[in-house]
C-alpha cells in the first residue's frame, strides 16, 4: 500500500474511534459501557498502526527522518499525540478524555492532509542531514504530545470542578484524579521536552552551527515553553498550588508550546526556517 | 537586615514573579527583529525606534539589563538552594527520629496493630520487614517505647537540587563561552592555506565539492577538504562538511558557507559563420581564457563576464546584480591579431549584439548557457574555540538526571512507633513520601501485610 493509503485508512480509523468515544461519552449510558471504551482505545490503536506503516513508508522512500517538513510533522505530532493517548489511558483509564483527544488528533491529521501542506519528498539540506534530526525532533515532539494530554486532561479538570462545585455527581472520573493525571503527564512531558528541545537542541546546534544557543526566535520561544513548565512544577511542588490555577498554567504552557512549533515558523524568521 | 534581604532573595514568589517577567520581555525580543542597521528599525517602526533602542529591545539578549534579570534569577535559585539544602541534608544524615501516634495516624496510609511480642522482637520484626523491601532502618528507643524510621532512595530529595546545580554549570559555561569564546571566519581559496587567528596553526583548502542530489539543482552536501599545518608541516587532512566539524587544539572548524564568484562561470559560446563553408563550434571558457578554433585560425577571447548587464548614461558597463538577470559575454573574435568582431553578446537574446568589426560580419559569437554545476570558489570556514562547551555537557547530564531522580526516584520513608505493654507492643505507622502515592500505598499495604503475618 502507498503512503497516502496508509495515511488515509489512519485517518478513517481515527475518525471510527473518535464516533466511538462520542458514543461513550454522551449517548451509550447502560451496562457494557466499559466494553465500548475498550472498542474506542483498539480503534484508535489499528489507527495508530497504519499510521506507523505510513511514516515508516515514508522514511523508507525519502531516505530520511519522517518529519522535515510541516506536512511531515504534523503527521509526527499526531502520532505522537495519539500514541501519548494510549499510554496514559491504558495507565489511568481515561476514556473519557477520548472524544477531546481524537478530536485533537484529526485536527492535526486534516491540518497536514490538507492543500496548504506540501506532501512531495524534497531532499535533504545539507544542515539537516545528521542523526541528531532523528532525536532532536521526535523526542521534542513526544514531549509536546505528553503536554496535549496534560492540556486535554487540564481542560476536563476545570470543567469536572466546575460541576463538582454546583455539586454535582463527579462522573466518571473525579476532578482531584484528573489534576493528578495532569501532573503525571507534565512529569513525563516536561524532562522529554527538557532533553529532546534544548539539551539535544544545543548538541546539535554546537555540531552543525558552532555555537549551542544563537537566540534564535525557536529557542526563545522553547525557553519560553519550559519556563512555564518550570513555573507550574514550582507553584505545584513548592508552594502547594493545585487544581485551577495549575490546571490553568499547564494550558498555557500547551499553547505556548504549540506556538513554538508552529507559529515560530509562519511568523518570526530565524534559523529553524527549513519547514 | 541581612536576614530579610535573604529571606528575600530565596523565596520562590521572587523566582516566580522574575520566570514571568524574564517570558514576557523574552516574548518581545522575538517580535522585535534583533540587531538589525538603525536604519531598517526607523523605516519600521518611524518614531518609535528611538525608544525601543534606547531600551536596548533592539539586543534584547546582550543588553545588560536582561543580563541583570537572569543573574538576579541565578542568584534567586543559588540562595533558594540553598537555604533549603542544609535541612535536608540534617534529614539525611541526622534525622530527628520523633514521632507521635496521633500524627502518626493522620497521615493517609498509616495504621495501628497490636502484636503479641515483646518490644524488642517486634522492633526486629519491623527491621525484618524493612530490609526485606530495601528500606534502611534507624532506631531510637524513647521513654518505654522504640521509634523506627525505614527509609529508601533518599537521593530523590536531591532531585530538584541536582536540577539547579545543572543549571548553574550550565550558566557557569554560557559566561565562560561570552567571555572567553572567540569565532572567525576563514575565506578559504582552493590550495592556499590561511593561519587559523589565535591559534597557531594554519589550515588549506585541498578541494572543495559540491554534491548535487539527481536532480541537478538541490545541494546535497559541501565537503571541504582540509589540512592542518603546524609550522610548516602537514599535521592532519579531513574532509568537513555541515554537521561534521574538525576539532584540532580547542578550536573547531565548521563548513559555514561557500562564495561563488559568478563572474568566473564557465561559460559556453558558439561562433556561427554564414559564409560557405557554412560551420558552427560550441566551446566552454571562463573570462580571460582565449580559445582557437579549429582550421578557421581564429581565436575567440571571452574578455568580461557581467551576470545582469547594465549600462549607464556614461556608457559604463557593470552588472546591476550577482543574479542571472541579463547574463552578458564580452568577447573578441580575432585572425593573427586583427580584431574581426569585438563587443558584447547577450545569453537572452541571441539576435542581438553589441558587436563592431566588419572584415568578418558573415561571422557570429552567440551567448549560449552558462554552464550548471560547477563548483564554488571560496570555502567559508568558521573557526570557533569555546572552553565553555564541557561545562555545558555537564550540566546537561547534572539537568537530565536531576530531572529523572526528582520525577522518578522519589524517596519513601516509613515512621514506626512502638509502645511496649508487657509482653505486648502496639505497633503504629505511617508511610511519607510526595511523589507516585499510588506505589507507596501498595508498598505500605505490603509491609503492613508482612508484620500482621508474624502475630
Known sequence: ?275 | MIQSILRFLSSVKLAITLIIIIVVVSVLGTLIPQERSVGEYYGRYGGLATLLMRLQLTNLYHSAWYIALLALLTLNTVTCTLTRLSPKLRKTFRPRLEAEAKTLLAVKDSGSLKMNSNLEVTAAAVRQALAGRRYKARQRAEGGGIIIFGRKKVLGWFGSDIVHLGLLVILAGTLISSLTGFRAFLKLEKGKAQAVPRAGFEVRLDRFDTDYYPDRHNVKDWKSRLTVIEAGRDVRSEVIEVNRPLAHRGFVLYQSSYVQEIKSSLLVLEVLSSAPPERAQTVSLRPGQSVALDKTGLTLSLLRFEPNFVRDNGGLISSRSEELNNPAAQVTLSRAGENLVSGWVFARFPEFSMTHGSKASDTKVIFRDIQPGISPDFSIIEAAQDKGVPLIWVGCGLLMAGLCIAFYWPTREVRFLLEGKKDKTVVTAAALGSKNREALSSEFIGLWKALKDQT
Not at chain 1, 198 to 207: D, F, N, R, S
Request: aromatic letters at 16%; charged letters at 10%.
Open chain 1, 1 to 275: 500500500m502507498s503512503e497516502t493509503t496508509l495515511f488515509k485508512v489512519a485517518l478513517a480509523l481515527y475518525a471510527c474511534a473518535l464516533a466511538i468515544y462520542l458514543i461513550y461519552q454522551f449517548i451509550y449510558q447502560f451496562r457494557g459501557k466499559e466494553k465500548l471504551g475498550l472498542a474506542g482505545w483498539s480503534a484508535a490503536l489499528l489507527g495508530l498502526l497504519s499510521h506507523t506503516a505510513a511514516l515508516i513508508h515514508r522514511t523508507v522512500a525519502s531516505g530520511h527522518a519522517p518529519f522535515t517538513n510541516m506536512y511531515e510533522s504534523l503527521s509526527f505530532l499526531a502520532w505522537a499525540c495519539l500514541a501519548a493517548y494510549l499510554v496514559i489511558d491504558r495507565a489511568f483509564k481515561i476514556p473519557r478524555a477520548g472524544f477531546l483527544f481524537l478530536i485533537v488528533v484529526l485536527a492535526l491529521m486534516l491540518l497536514a492532509n490538507s492543500p496548504l501542506m506540501p506532501k512531495e519528498i524534497t531532499p535533504l539540506v545539507p544542515a539537516l542531514q545528521s542523526y541528531w534530526l532523528w532525536l532532536h525532533v521526535s523526542i521534542t515532539l513526544l514531549g509536546e504530545a505528553f503536554f496535549a494530554v496534560a492540556f486535554i486532561t487540564s481542560l476536563m479538570y476545570l470543567a469536572a470542578a466546575s460541576r463538582e462545585k454546583k455539586g454535582g455527581q463527579p462522573s466518571g472520573l473525579s476532578a482531584e484524579k484528573l489534576d493528578a493525571i495532569s501532573y503525571r503527564c507534565v512529569a513525563v512531558g516536561f524532562p522529554l521536552f527538557t532533553l529532546g528541545g534544548l539539551v539535544l537542541g544545543m548538541v546539535w546546534a554546537y555540531k552543525a552551527w558552532g555555537t549551542y544557543w544563537s537566540w534564535d526566535p525557536k529557542e526563545v520561544w522553547s525557553l519560553i515553553t519550559w519556563f512555564i513548565f518550570a513555573l507550574y512544577l514550582h507553584t505545584r511542588l513548592v508552594m502547594g498550588w493545585k487544581g485551577k490555577r495549575s490546571a490553568v498554567i499547564v494550558i498555557i504552557g500547551f499553547l505556548l508550546a504549540l506556538f513554538t512549533y508552529f507559529g515560530v515558523n509562519y511568523l518570526l524568521a530565524g534559523l529553524h526556517s527549513y519547514a
